[in-house]
């Protein structure tokens, strides 16, 4: 669980500013960033050791 919190606060600012380009409101953008972190979560244990490194834009394809 502490590996998926620096992980995903890691690449945290990346992904709102990715949010932000494709939504109007800041209220948009925390929902999405919510859903985005519970299915980051549901797979991580899925991901090998290497791809943790990729994992914003792992999180950023969950966007998409």
Known sequence: RELFVRLIM????AIQAFLRS???TAT???EVMQEVSVITWRKFDQLDDPRL????SISLRIVR
Not at 10 to 13: A, K, L, N
Not at 53 to 56: D, F
């Open 22 to 24: 494709l939504l109007p």
């Open 28 to 30: 948009d953008v925390d």
């Open 53 to 56: 490194a990729q994992m914003g």
């Open 10 to 13: 890691r690449h945290d600012r």
